[in-house]
């Protein structure tokens, strides 16, 4: 099945731990991102990126770092500057041209113990 | 810098009513719009994409229309089942030197009552 598959659901971090969170696509899309999503708050835009081995940050890119050294792959680190207590994250992929249709993964629920 | 708003932020309506779902967004040059659907601790599932070229798109019980001049999109679903109750959300699609940029209202969440 073609998709977009995060993991783990449901991750634990200690405060000053970095964690990272799988984004893994086989959709053949170009186009990657990140967001997160707070309680009663829209989806905020972390980071993306269009093309291997290149991303951009988004609105709200402090504490994290990613990488792209696959088209299908794309990992989000949460580093110990991030202070919120749960985070919902979420990834998406989409293709380049007029179809710019997204797609999301279920998403990654990331707690500070 | 593009905002987009949903209007209400929640919405409660008796089965079999038809829902009208709204999205505004302020800079009027997007490429795309769509909407998805979100049930509560799940990621978002794409409903309709409507290309700029397109003034509307249907698929079942949902139809979507786009007013780019101004700046409105409407999502209308037609007689409405207990299982439509879900968040809402529109985003704008922007072509940018960087790429693709989606930018979301913050959702309209919706209870269809038996």
């Known amino acids: 099945d073609g998709g977009i598959t995060q993991s783990p659901k449901y991750l634990f971090r200690k405060e000053g731990q970095n964690v990272t969170l799988s984004c893994e696509q086989n959709l053949n899309h170009d186009a990657m991102y990140w967001y997160r999503q707070d309680p009663g708050q829209g989806l905020r835009l972390i980071y993306y990126s269009q093309i291997v081995n290149d991303f951009q940050k988004g609105d709200i890119a402090e504490g994290y770092s990613v990488s792209r050294e696959k088209k299908e792959s794309f990992p989000l680190t949460v580093t110990s500057a991030q202070k919120n207590p749960t985070v919902f994250y979420l990834c998406?992929?989409?293709?380049?041209?007029?179809?710019?249709?997204?797609?999301f993964g279920q998403g990654t629920r990331l707690t500070v113990v | 810098k593009q905002e987009v708003t949903q209007i209400p932020a929640a919405l409660s309506v008796p089965e079999g009513e038809n829902l009208v779902l709204n999205c505004s967004f302020t800079d009027s040059a997007i490429y795309n719009l769509q909407w998805f659907r979100q049930d509560p601790g799940k990621g978002l599932t794409s409903l309709l994409l409507i290309q700029s070229s397109q003034r509307e798109q249907t698929s079942g019980r949902l139809n979507a229309s786009l007013d780019k001049s101004s700046g409105r999109s409407t999502l209308y679903i037609a007689a409405s089942q207990p299982g439509d109750s879900a968040t809402y959300l529109c985003?704008?699609?922007?072509?940018?030197?960087?790429?693709?940029?989606?930018?979301f209202g913050g959702g309209t969440r919706v209870l269809v009552k038996p």
């Open positions: 985003a704008s699609i922007m072509i940018k030197a960087a790429g693709n940029k989606l930018t």
């Open positions: 998406a992929s989409s293709p380049q041209g007029p179809n710019t249709e997204a797609f």
